[in-house]
């Protein structure tokens, strides 16, 4: 192995086996750039802007993941496979860097098998210095695609939880009609609430497909 410093217009520390034979991991020092490459590639740069780019030597972000031109996965493990196992990515708008993450996304184990994880969105919207919670949950998503607002169980396909729960439909123009539309695989759409927005006129109308035994 060998340790070389090439003092130009870039500093280079090359590690490797013997001079100019077999792979060589190499770590430049270019006009304010650090670069970490494999061979003659470039895997990583943190630039004089305190930014850091994998797979590209311009990240225009404080973290830009890059895969060429193909499709790029960015993972968070959580390497447990207990039930109730969480990874987590939380976030923070305050100066500090231990208090204050009041918002997070939850991927949390709860089959305890093959990571079946269910998504939670939390907030902590409590006025202290502390952190968002699992208990914080606003949303949850589960991995049977059952959305629940303001419960982590729903038991349909979309539930709201709450002491008033309430769902608001509004048209955002004054003469249109705000409508909620059921089906089913024989008829894609057999009832229809709507409520229509006519000039001087505010009617709620419920309305059902003839073909359906409805009037």
């Known amino acids: 192995a060998y340790l070389q410093i090439k003092p130009d217009a870039s500093t280079i520390f090359k590690i490797g086996d013997i001079a100019g034979l077999g792979d060589t991991a190499v770590i430049v020092g270019s006009y304010g750039d650090l670069r970490f490459n494999n061979s003659t590639l470039t895997t990583m740069t943190v630039n004089y802007l305190n930014r850091v780019g994998i797979g590209t030597t311009s990240p225009s972000e404080k973290l830009v993941v890059r895969n060429g031109t193909a499709s ?3 993972k968070i493990l959580a390497y447990n496979s207990a039930a109730g196992t969480e990874a987590t ?3 923070s708008t305050i100066a500090s860097e231990t208090n204050y ?3 997070a ?3 949390r184990n709860a089959a305890g098998s093959f990571g079946r994880s269910d998504m939670h969105f939390a907030l902590d919207s409590t006025a202290d210095s502390g952190n968002v919670q699992f208990s914080d949950t606003k949303m ?3 991995n ?3 959305v629940g607002i303001g419960t982590t169980s729903p038991s349909s396909i979309l539930h709201l939880e709450s002491s008033e729960p309430t769902l608001k439909i509004k048209s ?3 003469y249109n009609t705000s409508a909620i539309e059921m089906g089913n695989g024989a008829n894609a759409t057999a009832g229809v609430i709507t409520c229509n927005n006519n000039p001087g006129l505010y009617a709620l109308e419920l309305k059902f ?3 359906q035994g409805g009037a």
């Open 89 to 91: 990515l939380r976030f």
């Open 172 to 174: 955002t123009q004054f």
């Open 144 to 146: 049977n695609g059952l």
């Open 101 to 103: 993450e009041k918002a």
């Open 209 to 211: 497909d003839n073909s």
């Open 105 to 107: 996304i939850i991927a």
């Open 140 to 142: 949850t998503i589960l």
């Open 72 to 74: 790029t996965d960015v």
